[in-house]
């Protein structure tokens, strides 16, 4: 009892300086410091990451090529050739200028020998011209960068489900903690009149011993619902991080929100929930984004069968100054092209390649609509479990009232002389157990509520 009484006045000592702790600030509180909720805003900053990289086949680019030969005092050759290619992403198109200053006892015949420059282009007319890898892997980071979203939310989604859960069952804990603590001061007080009535003679014995066993039950009881509240503060605090990246233990004055655990979530009707989660849920979305990526590479194994044709032109001129006297006649005859021809005869890689990006798209959209019937039917489960959950508390609530009245009624028969301290336990205890169990059916309520936006993918 000793053990008891000095728990109880820690409690006071507790409650002297009590701050309440809503599910709605603990909640916001994950949300900004939790490492997870971090890491996923960190999966979006890698996917603009990726995105930049994608970017960079479409940057310019300086290449310069020089060589030199001299042997036995001959200047065989020199070549000095920058030459600056600039990607514009049009059709494959790219535009190449650069400047050559070539020289040599035995220059390459096919070099033009002193100070000369070009402008020209590169553009495939067949593989590549739709679609080539630079514009595939920048469509499709565009895409990632999207999903990356889709999973930060699914991310958020889920920390929030089992940060929701904690509370409750916290909040919960402290509830039955603070049940027993009651009817341990409604004990310990009947103790107290029970022996005042033995020592004036209007009680026996027995009934001494049977109201000390009482508090002694609930002494234990308060101790194993005190242990339970230390096993529910620990797993809440596993979601209590500080701006700086650091953890803490939930302060023993923070008690939940009592109010908001005998009151039911604001549900929306099942086919709302259903409807939201066909549009918002990060899961079913992702699935989207993966089939648009999967069409461009679709579209890319294309590229596959047709043939390779890439023309090369350029415009030349002596000197450093590749427009300068650009006219008709000049056009005529200051100017290198060339074409490059490449076709499999039987295209059989590039027919199995684009095949087998159909049958990706065909089996994501297989996945996408077991997902979405999945999702729906954990939708129907736990929003129907919630309604018999509440339709459920109700009834013991009622129950629960019935039992109080006749506890009531008992304990003052007991103090008029009317009744037998047996009865009065009795009654108290049976009082308990139901009160016990309408704090864990809505423990389980308010799991299966949160459950059911979970599965719908709207917590966030």
Same mark, same amino acid.
């Given at each position: 009892?000793?053990?008891?009484?000095?728990?109880?006045?820690?409690?006071?000592?507790?409650?002297?300086?009590?701050?309440?702790?809503?599910?709605?600030?603990?909640?916001?509180?994950?949300?900004?410091?939790?490492?997870?909720?971090?890491?996923?805003?960190?999966?979006?900053?890698?996917?603009?990451?990726?995105?930049?990289?994608?970017?960079?086949?479409?940057?310019?680019?300086?290449?310069?090529?020089?060589?030199?030969?001299?042997?036995?005092?001959?200047?065989?050759?020199?070549?000095?050739?920058?030459?600056?290619?600039?990607?514009?992403?049009?059709?494959?198109?790219?535009?190449?200028?650069?400047?050559?200053?070539?020289?040599?006892?035995?220059?390459?015949?096919?070099?033009?020998?002193?100070?000369?420059?070009?402008?020209?282009?590169?553009?495939?007319?067949?593989?590549?011209?739709?679609?080539?890898?630079?514009?595939?892997?920048?469509?499709?980071?565009?895409?990632?960068?999207?999903?990356?979203?889709?999973?930060? +939310? *699914?991310?958020?989604?889920? =920390?929030?489900?089992?940060?929701?859960? /904690?509370?409750?069952?916290? $909040? #919960?804990?402290?509830?039955?903690?603070?049940?027993?603590?009651?009817?341990?001061?409604?004990?310990?007080?009947?103790?107290?009149?029970?022996?005042?009535?033995?020592?004036?003679?209007?009680?026996?014995?027995?009934?001494?011993?049977?109201?000390?066993?009482?508090?002694?039950?609930?002494?234990?009881?308060?101790?194993?619902?005190?242990?339970?509240?230390?096993?529910?503060?620990?797993?809440?605090?596993?979601?209590?991080?500080?701006?700086?990246?650091?953890?803490?233990?939930?302060?023993?004055?923070?008690?939940?929100?009592?109010?908001?655990?005998?009151?039911?979530?604001?549900?929306?009707?099942?086919?709302?929930?259903?409807?939201?989660?066909?549009?918002?849920?990060?899961?079913?979305?992702?699935?989207?984004?993966?089939?648009?990526?999967?069409?461009?590479?679709?579209? +890319? *194994?294309?590229?596959?069968? =047709?043939?390779?044709?890439?023309?090369? /032109?350029?415009?030349?001129? $002596? #000197?450093?100054?590749?427009?300068?006297?650009?006219?008709?006649?000049?056009?005529?005859?200051?100017?290198?092209?060339?074409?490059?021809?490449?076709?499999?005869?039987?295209?059989?890689?590039?027919?199995?390649?684009?095949?087998?990006?159909?049958?990706?798209?065909?089996?994501?959209?297989?996945?996408?609509?077991?997902?979405?019937?999945?999702?729906?039917?954990?939708?129907?489960?736990?929003?129907?479990?919630?309604?018999?959950?509440?339709?459920?508390?109700?009834?013991?609530?009622?129950?629960?009232?019935?039992?109080?009245?006749?506890?009531?009624?008992?304990?003052?028969?007991?103090?008029?002389?009317?009744?037998?301290?047996?009865?009065?336990?009795?009654?108290?205890?049976?009082?308990?157990?139901?009160?016990?169990?309408?704090?864990?059916?809505?423990?389980?309520?308010?799991?299966?509520?949160?459950?059911?936006?979970?599965?719908?993918?709207?917590?966030?």
């Amino acid at each position: 009892m000793k053990q008891a009484l000095l728990m109880l006045g820690m409690v006071m000592v507790v409650q002297l300086h009590a701050q309440l702790f809503t599910p709605e600030s603990f909640i916001q509180q994950v949300k900004q410091f939790h490492p997870i909720a971090k890491q996923a805003a960190i999966q979006v900053e890698k996917a603009k990451a990726d995105l930049q990289s994608a970017r960079g086949g479409f940057d310019p680019s300086f290449n310069f090529d020089a060589s030199n030969k001299t042997f036995d005092g001959k200047n065989y050759y020199y070549y000095n050739n920058p030459e600056l290619k600039i990607p514009t992403g049009l059709g494959g198109l790219d535009i190449k200028t650069g400047l050559e200053s070539n020289g040599g006892k035995y220059l390459n015949p096919e070099v033009s020998s002193g100070q000369t420059s070009y402008l020209g282009i590169e553009m495939p007319l067949g593989k590549g011209l739709l679609m080539d890898k630079r514009r595939a892997t920048l469509q499709q980071a565009k895409i990632f960068q999207s999903q990356s979203r889709q999973d930060q +939310l *699914k991310m958020l989604n889920d =920390l929030l489900f089992n940060a929701y859960n /904690a509370y409750w069952q916290w $909040a #919960g804990a402290y509830q039955i903690f603070g049940i027993y603590q009651k009817y341990y001061q409604i004990s310990t007080d009947r103790l107290r009149l029970v022996r005042i009535a033995y020592n004036n003679g209007d009680r026996a014995v027995m009934d001494t011993v049977e109201a000390m066993t009482q508090v002694l039950n609930y002494e234990a009881q308060l101790t194993d619902a005190r242990q339970k509240i230390n096993t529910t503060s620990l797993e809440l605090s596993n979601y209590l991080w500080l701006e700086n990246d650091s953890a803490y233990q939930l302060p023993a004055q923070f008690f939940p929100d009592t109010i908001q655990f005998v009151m039911s979530v604001n549900e929306q009707n099942l086919k709302e929930l259903i409807s939201r989660s066909s549009i918002q849920n990060p899961s079913l979305k992702a699935y989207t984004f993966k089939l648009e990526a999967l069409d461009v590479e679709r579209k +890319l *194994k294309f590229q596959s069968m =047709l043939p390779m044709v890439n023309v090369k /032109a350029n415009l030349l001129n $002596a #000197g450093y100054n590749v427009v300068k006297g650009i006219d008709g006649n000049f056009l005529q005859n200051n100017y290198k092209w060339g074409i490059d021809v490449k076709l499999p005869l039987f295209l059989r890689e590039g027919r199995g390649d684009y095949n087998k990006s159909k049958l990706k798209i065909q089996e994501t959209n297989l996945e996408f609509n077991a997902k979405k019937w999945e999702t729906e039917n954990k939708i129907r489960n736990y929003y129907n479990e919630a309604n018999l959950l509440q339709a459920q508390i109700k009834s013991v609530q009622s129950a629960y009232n019935g039992y109080l009245t006749l506890f009531k009624a008992e304990n003052l028969k007991f103090y008029n002389g009317e009744s037998s301290l047996f009865l009065v336990n009795s009654r108290e205890t049976k009082l308990i157990e139901v009160a016990e169990k309408l704090v864990s059916l809505r423990v389980k309520y308010f799991k299966a509520a949160y459950a059911a936006e979970w599965a719908a993918g709207l917590l966030k």
